[in-house]
């Protein structure tokens, strides 16, 4: 729009808007220099009614002729060059009464957005800023009548920024984002907009920052230097601005990548190394501060100068800060620390004492299975991180624990009882090839539907954690019972598979490792799908039942069969390939994920479900020693060959092998089983295979088969732990506040971890810095207390003797917004303070 067009609807909007008296309008123009006064007819001829009067030194008359001749008339009066003020002016009184209309630039953008006349000058010192109509539209929707020039200057910098807020915290949070990214755009058109003053103003009165050469790289360096002494040396203002940016889910990774910026150019990481870690708990504004704790943790817990407690310890101190609440790397490193001091202590205060075959079942079910579990899950966090080598002296400490302190002394003392039996079986379990009689048939006897679920290499240790996965679903409520079963000998897929199915007889087909059943064949899904038919069942692969929908294609599917086998496999396939053992704790972590999704279909599917497994296995990370290697060539008829068993005829004892006749394994045929003892794994003529992930023998990792009861309840009732706020005094008389927070219950299957943010609040005003706290503790009463700091803001207005209120907030699970699941009313007797 030109010039004439912006005056014309100046005119315009100002007959139709402006002050009246009575039904008509005059419009006073003060045209200083003359520059419309050709254009004076061709606005009258276009604002029809509108009337035009020069004014040529004739005010009385022109007074006159606006009041008694044409007092219905509405009117533009003109005036070019200066126009004296006060009552010299004989047309004062009525300028005062309708309002002075003026022409220029600024003058006509000020009137566009309804500012006063005292903030037109603001508008004349920015002309680049209102040469756009994007940017004044936008100014407009956020101005308010009570805007001064501060909250206008704010203003103008939140629409050159890009954003709404315009508090000084928020511009702020807009430039320090922008810096993380490596662009300079917004504080670019800062500058180009002449706000560039107003900001840096701004930082120096509210923050304290002042330089002769600002600029954001150095404010962001200034920031996080003061953040070393907590603030204790600038104004205030910035400590709360500082906690709001790093706990805000909007600024939290910019503020991450500012920090890992500025930490090499202080050198954060040479200061702090020769401090003791127990000094830096307290401290998080660089994540140097996290890695040298952890260093020395790992060093502490490797050496055993450290115990559980002291990880525990140092662990619930840095639940609060930055980095662990922001990087789940970090806290994968914690918990990898924490998994490995309990695994170093229970290795050490272990009896593997066995009075018989039975005991030796039961021991491992109930306690010994445990290290096991421990052991993947702390492989699993050291996978999981991008620092492991910040574990890497605990790593080998674990590996040799584990290896010549837990699993060859277990399978020592095992071996004895194996040597003692005859005939393998147990009085205490059922064996696994009576598990159709044991478990499927009282279930298909009541009339009722089942489905087994059969997970290749399904290990005890990860059916557990399975079971625990499916009590603590916070959506559908699961009981899920855990038992135990004799897996059959040798402990490999073909035999596992086969012994899970209805059969009366079952042994070695005289191929390879094929199985027969009842005189069938018994591998691979066709093959057991034909066994189960003869039974009203079927099989099928996970793949499959994942692909159906549940209502329209499972449900009916599972309607017509009263028995469903479904196969699958994930731990086995990924993990018995050389080279590819090492990611036998993902495949375990990723097989629970999979069967958890599979056994809710199914349940959604009204089907009742048993969870089970052909076999368990050994693994380690490190590579197998020539100690666990037996290179003795068996004497006899070698059938099939794998890493810890062989099948064939005519085996000689020896003092390095088991030897079975197939009748002592409960199976038919001729054929004899060759165990090497203990964790001995074959090497001959098995290049190719792997061998730090091995099955067949017979160790308690590999024969105690794991049996899970699914029964789906209804709703769950598994909840986020609930959290007291227990203050000393609900008066504040101190703008720094130091509040303690119980966990009502250690974490369990039933109560869940949760993160929570902290800050106390007057009406829906932000008063303090926020904290983040997580609440994860599974200890007692004192390891579940933890106490926050909070700083309440010394500009925050809020009258002696008010109500403010601590709200402890957690993310919406499906907006942007913030729920308040806990809330403390206090009362402010806190006196202003004048350093904000």
Known sequence: MNDLGVLKKGLAERFANGPKAGDRHIAFWHDREGEYETDLDQLEAELNGVEVIRVEGDEYAVKYRLLKEQPDQAFIVYRKGAVVDGTANWLWDLELAYGVFTADRASMDAQDLG??????????????????????????VLLDPADDRTKLLAKMSAVALSIRAHSFGELTRALLIENATGSTSGYDALVSYGLTDFYWAGAKGIYGYESSNPSVGDFVEWVFQHSRTDFDAVKVGVRHDYSAWRNDVRSREAMAALARRVEGDLGIEAHIAPRDYRDLLGFDAFEAIDWKIIGDLAVGVSDQTLTVRDVQEAEKERQTTFWYTLDPSVRALYTAIRSAAELLHDISTLSVAIADFDDGLAKYKDRWFRIDQRYRQF??????TDHADQLAPLVEQI?????NKYVFPLATEWQKQIDAIEIWKCVTYPSQASFYRWFVEPIVSQGRRVVVVVSDALRYEVADELASVLRSDTKVAYDAKLDAMLGVLPSYTQLGMASLLPHATIGFAGKGSDILMDGKPAGGIVNRKKILEAAGGTAISAEEVLGKKIKDELRPYLQQHKIVYVYHDTIDKRSHKLGAESGTPEAARDAITELAKLIGNLTSADANVLVTSDHGFLFQESKIGDGSKLNEEPHGEIKYRDRRFLLGEDFKQTASFNTFASAQLGLVGHWQVHVPKSIYRLTQKLQGAADRFVHGGATLQEIVVPVITVTRKGKSQVKPVDVQIKPKSDVLTNGIVRITLLQSEPISERAQARELRAAFYHGDDLISDQVAVVFAATGDERDRLQEIRLQVR?????????QVELRLEQPSANSNSWQVPYRHLFTNRITATPDF
Do not use: I, M, W
């Open 115 to 140: 500012l006063s006349l005292s903030l037109q000058p603001v508008v004349a010192q920015h002309p680049k800023f209102f040469n756009s109509a994007d940017r004044k539209g936008k100014l407009k």
């Open 794 to 802: 010394p500009d925050a207005g809020v009258p002696v003797g008010a």
């Open 379 to 384: 492989l699993l966090a050291t996978h999981t």
């Open 399 to 403: 590996e040799l624990f584990y290896t």
